[in-house]
Structure formats: C-alpha cells, structure tokens
C-alpha cells in the first residue's frame, strides 16, 4: 500500500497499527482461499484487483466523492433502499461485519452471546480498522432481528450519526404501511444530509442504475444452473459481497462482462469443477466480507456451490424495482413493493423464503442444501428447523450448521460437510 494510503487512513483515524493487522491477515486468506482456485474465470481478475484496493483505491475515490460535495451512507442491511441513497446526491456502501475483531472490548459492551455479525459491526468501530465507517456521513441501522435493534441504541453512543430505520415484522398491509412511512421519512433524512431533493428524474435514474447492477447478477446466477458450474461459489459469493462496495456502474459492466466469459464456458463445458460435482445450495445467514469460511470448506470437500439464498446473494438481489412510474410517489411505491418483498427470517410467519429456497434448488439443480446459521442468531436458527423439515419431505437433503466467524470449528464442519456430501453422491 502506498504512503498516500496510509496518510487517507491516519486522516480517517484509523488505528494503523490494528488496520495493517487486519490487512495482513485479509491479504493471507485471500491468497490461500481465493488465489489458490482452479480454473478461475479469467473475468475474476477484476475482483481481485477490487479486494487488494479495497481500503485504499476505492476509499480514495469516496474521499474524492466527498471532496466534490457527495455524501456516502453506511448501511448493514439489504432494507436500506440503494435507489433512495444515490437519487439524493450520496453514495451507499455495505458496512463490513463478517470478522472478528477487538472481541475483548466488544464484550464490554455487547454480551457474549450476541451473533458473530453484530460484534464484527462493532469491532471494526471499536478497534477503528474500517475505513468505510469512518468515511460515512450517516449510518443506517434498522429495526430488524432483536440483537441489531439493541445493539444500536449502544452503536448510537460510538457514533455521532447513526440514523435508526423502523422496519415492520409482519407481511400485512400495516407492516406495508410502516414500510412507506419510514422509507419516506429515509428520503427525508437523506435529502437534509446531501441538501439535494429527490426529483422523479434522480429517483428514475437511481432505479434503473440498481436494477442493472441487480440484473447482472441475475445473469450471473442463471449461469451457475449449468452442469459443470462454470463458476465456483466462492468466486460468485465474492461478486455478491462487492456488490455492496464498488461504484454500481462500474460493478454492472464487470459482472456482465464475467457472464460474457461465462456464456463461453457452458458452451465449451468448461466449468470451475468437473461436471456431476455435487451441487449445494446455501441457505441462511449473510455471508459479509471477509466471511469465506463455509464456501471454503463446502468447495475443498468435493462439492461445488450454485447458490446463495442470503442477503448476500439471492435473497438481497433478486427483485427488480418496477421501472414504469413517472412521479417520485409512483417510483416510491414502487421502491417500498420491491423491499416489502424481502424475506428475512424475521418476518413471521415467512414462508415466502422456505418457497423460494424450494424454488432455487430446482432452478439451480442442487443435490442438496446446507442451511447457515450464525450461533446465537435466533431468527435464523430457528427457521432452520423448520426448513429441514419441508426439504427432506420433499427429498431435498439439508445439513444444518450453526458456526460462528472463528476457526476453531472448522475441522468439525469439515468432517460433517464431507459426511454430508458423501451422503448426497449415494
Ligand atoms: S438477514 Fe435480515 S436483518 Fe440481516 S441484512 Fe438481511 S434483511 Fe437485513
Ligand atoms: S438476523 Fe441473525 S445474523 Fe443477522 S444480525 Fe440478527 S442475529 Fe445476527
């Protein structure tokens, strides 16, 4: 890393002592998960290049964004409306929470038995080794599973702008009526941060950029359906972690450029894996940047990824905004319709999400589905059971995990998702 870097960092107040720890021990995982695959898309090189300037180059050109008189918002949750943020003049990244870091001083603040994602919220705060929290003119928390909403009202007292969104927990018409007023009062919020109104120009704009970065993805997806996958899944969950940090026109032509690649391969049934290499669903938990713990063990044991049903992924991605309104009331209902249908586990009931789960390891050929839980993640853990239960009626295999962001299980996983795949090749 360049001297500029390390001055933007020092700017930001990072702890560059703990920062160049972290980047020490990010660079080492890439290399050995990532660096070390086979028959890689060549397309993947762009991916790489993202990851190694992750804290410096694309910092650098939020920083210059800012200096021109842009915002940028920090969210840890798919509910934050990307459309909303870049109508209004700001840019919207995802906030890192898929490692641990200053658990001990976490664990002051936080009890023990908190997810692995929200203490990672707080440890990148606390340890101050993210430079995205930093560089952000407004955080958005939201009302979601029990542990984020209490754990923001500490947040609240890190930071000096964190900015809390209601969410509803029911699929009814009130909880859509709670949606709309809060996304209304977001727009709001966000036009006052940036000084700029939301025109039905900006919003239509906005809408249209979003959906095509949403639209890649979709067509990377579908590609993942061929036998041999032309694609591993850690190379495609890597896609969908980026997808919440880079510049979304630049993300879309990078992607869609990969499907190019891809499109070549199926045809040449050229694949990441040999063809009939067991295919996997996961199902679960968001997996956030540096969070490749599963996907590495999944893809060293035999078996190959075809999708992602999380908020990193399927979940996150896979509906468009409608792109047909002409007013900014048109294009925000159409914004709250789009969002209303996420279904994270802490709806209830939710069977839309064990639909859709059904419905992806059709689509997606999958010989069976491992469900992630993080430990102590009480929405998802809970709905695993009842997820397991509806796939093996309908003979889909599924082996539940519940893990954390540590390795000290992960010779544990090893042996059970080898069992596993074993299980599905007889
Ligand atoms: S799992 Fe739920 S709370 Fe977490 S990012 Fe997804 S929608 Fe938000
Ligand atoms: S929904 Fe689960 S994984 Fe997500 S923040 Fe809440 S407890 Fe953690």
Redesign the pocket.
């Given at each position: 890393m360049s001297e500029d870097y390390r001055l933007m960092w020092k700017n930001l107040g990072l702890n560059l002592e703990a920062h160049d720890m972290l980047l020490g021990v990010l660079g080492n995982a890439y290399k050995d998960i990532y660096l070390s695959q086979k028959e890689r898309p060549e397309g993947m090189a762009y991916f790489d290049f993202v990851m190694s300037e992750v804290h410096g180059l694309r910092i650098k050109e939020l920083l210059d964004e800012k200096a021109a008189g842009r915002k940028i918002v920090g969210a840890y949750c798919v509910f934050v409306p990307e459309e909303i943020v870049l109508a209004a003049n700001a840019t919207l990244v995802g906030l890192c929470s898929g490692a641990d870091f200053a658990i001990e001083e976490v664990e002051k603040l936080l009890p023990r038995n908190t997810?692995a994602?929200?203490k990672s919220a707080f440890g990148f705060k606390l340890g101050k080794v993210c430079p995205y929290l930093e560089s952000a003119d407004m955080i958005v928390g939201e009302n979601?599973?029990d542990?984020?909403k209490k754990a923001y009202e500490t947040l609240g007292q890190l930071v000096s702008n964190l900015y809390v969104m209601d969410l509803p927990q029911v699929k009814t018409q009130n909880g859509r009526a709670l949606l709309k007023a809060e996304y209304f009062q977001f727009k709001a919020a966000v036009e006052k941060l940036t000084g700029k109104a939301i025109t039905a120009d900006s919003l239509k704009a906005a809408i249209q950029t979003v959906n095509a970065k949403r639209k890649a993805i979709h067509r990377l997806s579908a590609l993942r359906q061929a036998d041999p996958a032309p694609i591993s899944g850690l190379d495609a969950l890597l896609a969908n972690q980026v997808f919440f940090y880079d510049n979304p026109a630049r993300f879309t032509a990078s992607v869609n450029k990969i499907c190019d690649e891809l499109e070549k391969r199926v045809e040449e049934k050229k694949g990441a894996f040999p063809a009939r290499t067991p295919r996997l669903l996961i199902s679960g938990?968001p997996q956030a940047v540096p969070n490749w713990k599963l996907p590495f063990i999944i893809e060293t044991s035999g078996a190959v990824i075809v999708g992602e049903e999380s908020c990193v992924g399927e979940r996150g991605t896979r509906n468009l905004t409608a792109e047909t309104g002409n007013t900014v009331e048109t294009m925000m209902e159409a914004i709250v319709d789009r969002y209303f249908q996420v279904d994270c586990?802490?709806f209830t009931p939710n069977p839309d999400r064990l639909a859709h789960i059904e419905q992806m390891a059709a689509q997606y050929k999958a010989d069976g589905v491992i469900h992630y839980g993080?430990q102590?993640?009480?929405?998802?853990l809970m709905e695993a059971i009842p997820v397991e239960k509806a796939l093996e009626k309908k003979n889909i295999p599924c082996l539940r995990i519940e893990t954390d962001y540590s390795m000290e299980d992960a010779g544990q996983l090893k042996t059970r998702i080898e069992a596993f795949i074993e299980q599905i090749k007889g």
């Amino acid at each position: 890393m360049s001297e500029d870097y390390r001055l933007m960092w020092k700017n930001l107040g990072l702890n560059l002592e703990a920062h160049d720890m972290l980047l020490g021990v990010l660079g080492n995982a890439y290399k050995d998960i990532y660096l070390s695959q086979k028959e890689r898309p060549e397309g993947m090189a762009y991916f790489d290049f993202v990851m190694s300037e992750v804290h410096g180059l694309r910092i650098k050109e939020l920083l210059d964004e800012k200096a021109a008189g842009r915002k940028i918002v920090g969210a840890y949750c798919v509910f934050v409306p990307e459309e909303i943020v870049l109508a209004a003049n700001a840019t919207l990244v995802g906030l890192c929470s898929g490692a641990d870091f200053a658990i001990e001083e976490v664990e002051k603040l936080l009890p023990r038995n908190t997810c692995a994602l929200i203490k990672s919220a707080f440890g990148f705060k606390l340890g101050k080794v993210c430079p995205y929290l930093e560089s952000a003119d407004m955080i958005v928390g939201e009302n979601t599973c029990d542990g984020k909403k209490k754990a923001y009202e500490t947040l609240g007292q890190l930071v000096s702008n964190l900015y809390v969104m209601d969410l509803p927990q029911v699929k009814t018409q009130n909880g859509r009526a709670l949606l709309k007023a809060e996304y209304f009062q977001f727009k709001a919020a966000v036009e006052k941060l940036t000084g700029k109104a939301i025109t039905a120009d900006s919003l239509k704009a906005a809408i249209q950029t979003v959906n095509a970065k949403r639209k890649a993805i979709h067509r990377l997806s579908a590609l993942r359906q061929a036998d041999p996958a032309p694609i591993s899944g850690l190379d495609a969950l890597l896609a969908n972690q980026v997808f919440f940090y880079d510049n979304p026109a630049r993300f879309t032509a990078s992607v869609n450029k990969i499907c190019d690649e891809l499109e070549k391969r199926v045809e040449e049934k050229k694949g990441a894996f040999p063809a009939r290499t067991p295919r996997l669903l996961i199902s679960g938990c968001p997996q956030a940047v540096p969070n490749w713990k599963l996907p590495f063990i999944i893809e060293t044991s035999g078996a190959v990824i075809v999708g992602e049903e999380s908020c990193v992924g399927e979940r996150g991605t896979r509906n468009l905004t409608a792109e047909t309104g002409n007013t900014v009331e048109t294009m925000m209902e159409a914004i709250v319709d789009r969002y209303f249908q996420v279904d994270c586990a802490i709806f209830t009931p939710n069977p839309d999400r064990l639909a859709h789960i059904e419905q992806m390891a059709a689509q997606y050929k999958a010989d069976g589905v491992i469900h992630y839980g993080l430990q102590f993640c009480q929405p998802y853990l809970m709905e695993a059971i009842p997820v397991e239960k509806a796939l093996e009626k309908k003979n889909i295999p599924c082996l539940r995990i519940e893990t954390d962001y540590s390795m000290e299980d992960a010779g544990q996983l090893k042996t059970r998702i080898e069992a596993f795949i074993e299980q599905i090749k007889g």
